[in-house]
């Protein structure tokens, strides 16, 4: 009887602890964007070399100096500078973008779709 119990509060508590990780990084939204060649460049005109940038310079492009690809939706997350530096650091995460879906971004002017959860952001190809 003693075992049992223990395996229920057990299992209780890891399925508590699992439910509270998925609920933790709920989806808030997507959006589409083309990175053009516009957003293979900074703001002041030098060539970014890293997937991440590209995106985060695509937002800045959308959010403040209204340089849009005829592709690009709005987003409601990424407004401001410091919005887009955490954008950057989720994109650098393990498991934000595939190392293809990076190579396609700096290779090249794909049709990307951003997934916005709480803690974390990823990037898949739609048109390459």
């Known amino acids: 009887m003693k075992n049992s119990k223990t395996v229920t509060v057990a299992g209780l508590l890891l399925a508590s602890l699992l439910g509270g990780a998925a609920h933790a990084d709920d989806m808030l939204g997507s959006y589409v964007a083309r990175i053009s060649d516009r957003d293979h460049q900074a703001s ?3 060539a970014l070399d ?34 887009r530096a955490d954008l950057q650091r989720m994109l650098e995460r393990p498991g934000a973008m595939s190392s293809s879906t990076k190579r396609a971004i700096v290779n090249g002017e794909p049709l990307i779709q951003v997934d916005v959860y709480e803690n974390s952001v990823r990037v898949s190809i739609l048109e390459n």
Request: without cysteine; proline residues 0%.
């Open 50 to 83: 890293g997937a991440a940038q590209m995106v985060r310079q695509d937002r800045a492009n959308w959010h403040k100096f209204h340089r849009r690809d005829s592709d690009d939706e709005g987003d409601a997350w990424f407004r401001t500078n410091d919005q």
């Open 44 to 46: 002041d005109g030098y």
